[in-house]
C-alpha cells in the first residue's frame, strides 16, 4: 500500500477571513510548517492541492451559487441571498479560491486513495455548505464533493465520521437518505448549527450523538468503542472520511468540550484498519495552538511517526511565533509539545444514555446490511 499523503496549498498562507473572525489565524500553515520542521513530510509526501474548477463544484452546490461566490470575490461586494457577507461568512479577497482550493485538495484525495491507501487535506472538513448558500464559515463544502467524487469512481460503501464540536448539517443535507453513505457525527448537543438531535436519523443514513458540554477522553473511549467502531464495522465501507475538526478539545472558542488532541489520534488509530481507504481532514479548530498540534498529532499518527514528548526548538519556535486577537495566552506546555495531557472523567448519564438509545440501532444496521448487500456471505 503507498504511503500517506499530505495535501497542501500556498493559498493557505495570509489568507484570512478578517482581523477578528475566528479564522483569521493560520492553520494550514501551522500544520504543514509543524510537520515540515519535525522531518515527517518529504518532498514525496505532499501533494499541491488543485483549485477546483467551477464544474467540479456543480455536483452539490447550484451554478447560480458558484457563479455568486466567484462574483463577490471580484467585486468585494455582499450577497446576502446567497449567505455572502455576513458575519459568519465575510467577503475577503480569496472567498471562491480558498474553499475551492480545500474541495480540489479533496477530489485529488479521492483520487490518491483510488486502488487503497491514506490521503490527509487538512484544508478540508467545510462539512456546513449548503447547495445554494454559504454557511457556518464554509462556502463549499468539501467533503460532499470528495464523498461524491469516491462514489462516481465506483465505490458503493463510504462511511463518514465527523468529530468535529458542530453538526454536519450540509453532509446530512446532501446524503439524507442513502444507503451507500453512513454518517455518523460527534458534536456538541444544544449548539449552532442545532441540528443533528439523537432522533434525527437523516432517512436513515446518519447516527447522530450529541454529547454534553464538559464531554471527557473518557466519554469519547466509550463513544468511540462502543458506537462509532460498530456502525463502521457493520456499514463494511470502501472508504471513511474522517472528518478531524480540532474544535473540540479543552482549549478552543467555539465549543464547551473538554478533550484532548489524544482523541484524534485514537479516532485515526481505530479507524485505519477498518477500510481499504482512508481519506482524514481538518475542520473547525480556532485556537492556533490547539488546531496546529491536534493537526500535527494527526499526521504523525498516519505516517508512523513518533510524536516527541518535547518539541525541538525550531519547531518549539513556530508556536511561538503564532499570534491571536483574543486576550487569552497558551500555557507553556502548549508551546514545547504536540501531544495534550489525557483528560480522562467520569461519564454522565447524558453520554450513557446516548450510547443506550443508539447501541441497537446499530445491532440493526448490521442486520440490514447484511440484507442489503449481495456480497456478504
Known sequence: ??????????????????????????????????????GWLPTDRYRTSPCAKPGALYGFHSKDYITALQRSEVTQNTDLAYGLGTLSNPVFPEMYRRPATAAGGGLLAAELVRTGGVAYNPGGGTHHGLPDRANGFCYINEPVLTIQRLLQMGLTRIAYVDIDAHHCDGVAVAFHGSRQVRMISVHEDKRWPFTGALEDNAGGAALNIPVPRGFNDTEFDLILNDLILPAVDAHAPDAIYLQCGADAVTEDPLSRLTLSNRCHIRAVWALRPLASRLIVSGGGGYNPWSVGRAWACVWATLAGQEIPDRLPHDAEQILRGLRWTRRAHPTEQMLTTLLDPARPGPISDHVRSVVDALQPRIRGLGQGQAQHDPTVG
Open 1 to 38: 500500500m503507498s504511503d500517506p499523503v499530505f495535501i497542501g496549498a500556498r493559498i493557505y498562507r495570509g489568507s484570512s477571513y478578517g482581523a477578528h473572525h475566528p479564522l483569521s489565524i493560520p492553520r494550514v500553515p501551522t500544520v504543514t510548517d509543524l510537520c515540515r520542521t519535525l
